[in-house]
């Protein structure tokens, strides 16, 4: 039994395990007072999910959820074979369950009730972000409490930060409860491969979800493509119900394969691309300094709108986004009327200064080979100079990366700076010089600002540069120390000094 939002102080919510969907196993019947993924932080009374790692099996921590007073205990059969003993040796009821990370977040759901009544999920290699944050911008726009939610955090009528793109269970439905209980009645949210994988959003209720593209990334975690793909698919042929909307961009080489799946579910499809056959249909887009101008077609009507938005790919995500808008059932025209009013997204293409000279210096979230070559191919028509590129690779990230990008850097700028991006336990030299091996003719500089500062310093009138790989971020890790460091200020901070030094 549930005391929902009527407690007192002094009282605590408490749940039986029947009510958050589960079943124990050992004949032990609990009130539960609380969900735990991590040993660490379990408080008396608490449900301890020991879920299996990339690292290791939370079935080792189960003694010392226990000692610190779990009084029920989710696992699959190994967790409870490691803790055989400590569990028989306690009061504590025990769930087996074949997939606990799933068992984990139907009960999250459960235990924390409330959700938005309209949320829609988008997944792809590249653009999650984006597509999330103009959803938003599209609902906020119709009058609609919106909030967006992922790597950037949730914003919108909703503000709180996050530390991964789709956080656990536990998080995720506290923070979707807590954005319902804010008046939030429309969210958009991000699916990574690994929240995909690890089923961290199984239990959300979705609307619609959306399909951007698939490239090269993350295979430091999954086996290899066809994983890296099917975790993505789980979101069409697992999580999106069947009566859900699959919105899919059919310009991706794999955008087919995903609408099949979504057909095979029997998910009605709503395709998004340049092909006459598409729902929504690109029909063209024309660059200038300030934006874009993009015409498509929607219900058999052409539609022409002005995008502040610099980048052919953002069109492609405003498209993406209205799908996802009309997918849900928002009125057409007052989606469409929207479009001419949405903002760029912080660090994704955003003119981070000019100088004196009116060469513009652009940050951008450029992290796989894909959208970096993406991101200069994307520049390249508003450059009638060089186009200059600052860039590094991640470390404790796939390594195959590097190569590629440094590849992508060499083939689509004129010049190249090669530095840090966050490289974490690994040898910053050592990923510097696999990017340089594909790209020998850049220019090494270690430390970030210097590099930014060397490129800025080179740029001539009709020149841009491309600061790529950590947009919105405010750090550079190193080791498992974060230093504060962020490219847009960096940017100014260079310019000024510069224009100044004249
Ligand atoms: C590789 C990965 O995704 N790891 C996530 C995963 O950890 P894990 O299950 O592999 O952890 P593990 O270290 O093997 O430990 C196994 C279990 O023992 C538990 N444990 C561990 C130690 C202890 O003392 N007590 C204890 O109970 C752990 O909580 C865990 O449940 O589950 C943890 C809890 O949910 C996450 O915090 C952790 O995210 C790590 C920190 C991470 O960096 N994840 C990144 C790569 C990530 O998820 N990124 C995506 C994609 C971003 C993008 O698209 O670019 C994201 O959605 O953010
Ligand atoms: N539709 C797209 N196609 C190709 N590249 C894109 C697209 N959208 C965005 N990008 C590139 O990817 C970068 C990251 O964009 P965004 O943050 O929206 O993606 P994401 O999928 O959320 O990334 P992450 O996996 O880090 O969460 C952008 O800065 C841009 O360079
Ligand atoms: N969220 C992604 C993006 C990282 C971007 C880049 N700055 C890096 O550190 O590799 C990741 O963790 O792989
Ligand atoms: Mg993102």
Redesign the pocket.
């Known amino acids: 039994m549930g005391f929902g939002g009527k407690m007192g102080k002094a009282e605590q919510k408490q749940e039986s395990l029947a009510a958050l969907g589960l079943r124990s196993v050992n004949g032990r019947e609990v009130a539960v007072t609380g969900l735990s993924v991590d040993s660490r932080v379990v408080k008396p009374g608490h449900l301890f999910a020991a879920l299996p790692g990339s690292r290791l099996h939370g079935g080792a921590f189960i003694k010392y959820a226990l000692r610190m007073g779990a009084a029920a205990v989710l696992t699959d059969r190994e967790g409870a074979a490691i803790a055989a003993a400590e569990l028989a040796a306690s009061d504590a009821a025990l769930v087996v369950a074949e997939d606990p990370r799933m068992a984990l977040s139907y009960c999250a759901a459960l235990w924390f009730g409330a959700q938005p009544a309209m949320v829609v999920a ?1 997944t ?10 103009f959803t938003r911008q599209i609902w906020a726009q119709m009058g609609l409490e919106a909030a967006n939610m ?3 955090g949730v914003e919108g009528a909703f503000s709180a930060p996050m530390s991964h ?1 789709t956080p656990e269970p536990i998080t995720l439905h506290r923070t979707l409860a807590d954005m319902a209980a804010a008046g939030v009645t429309h969210a958009a949210m ?1 699916a ?1 491969s690994h929240g995909l994988a690890q089923r961290r959003l199984d239990g959300v209720r979705l609307a619609a979800a959306a399909f ?2 698939f ?1 090269q ?2 295979l430091d975690y999954h086996a290899d493509f066809d994983a890296y793909f099917d975790a993505k698919a789980g979101l069409f042929d697992r999580v999106l119900s069947e009566d859900g909307v699959a919105v899919i ?1 059919m310009d ?1 080489p794999r955008g087919a394969d995903m609408a099949e799946i979504a057909i095979d579910r029997g998910q009605a499809v709503l395709t998004v691309g340049q092909d006459d056959r598409c729902d929504l249909r690109l029909l063209s887009q024309r660059f200038d300094d300030r934006g874009q101008d993009l015409r498509f077609e929607w219900d058999g009507r052409p539609h022409q709108v002005s995008l502040p938005l610099i ?1 052919g ?2 069109g ?2 405003v498209l ?1 986004a209205l799908g996802l808008v009309l997918a849900t059932g928002g009125d057409d025209l007052a989606a469409i009327r929207a479009l001419p009013y949405l903002t760029g ?1 912080r ?3 955003e003119l981070a200064a000019t100088r004196a000279n009116s060469a513009p210096v652009f940050v ?5 080979p ?3 070559r ?2 200069l191919t ?1 520049l390249r028509p508003h450059v009638m100079g060089r186009l200059i590129v600052v860039f590094g690779a991640g470390g404790d990230r796939d390594r195959g990366k590097r190569p590629l990008m440094g590849q992508a850097a060499a083939e689509c700028a004129d010049l190249a700076f090669v530095t840090d991006d966050n490289p974490r336990s690994e040898d910053p030299a050592e990923i510097r010089a696999a990017i340089m091996a594909a790209c020998p003719a850049a220019v090494e500089v270690p430390d970030r600002a210097e590099a930014i500062l060397r490129a800025v310093d080179a740029l001539q009138p009709g020149d841009a540069l491309l600061i ?1 790989g950590k ?2 971020e405010t750090g550079q890790i190193v080791g498992d120390t974060v230093y504060p460091f962020d490219d847009v200020e960096q940017a100014s901070v260079a310019v000024e000094a510069l224009e100044s030094a004249r």
């Open positions: 988008v792809g290699t590249n653009g999650k972000t984006s597509v999330a944050n992922g790597t950037t793109t991000e990574s951007t593209n490239s990334d993350h961009n991706d980048g790919f953002q492609l995500n993406v997204v660090g994704r293409m951008d979230y450029a992290h796989t894909d959208a970096l993406i991101a994307a790529a947009g919105h």
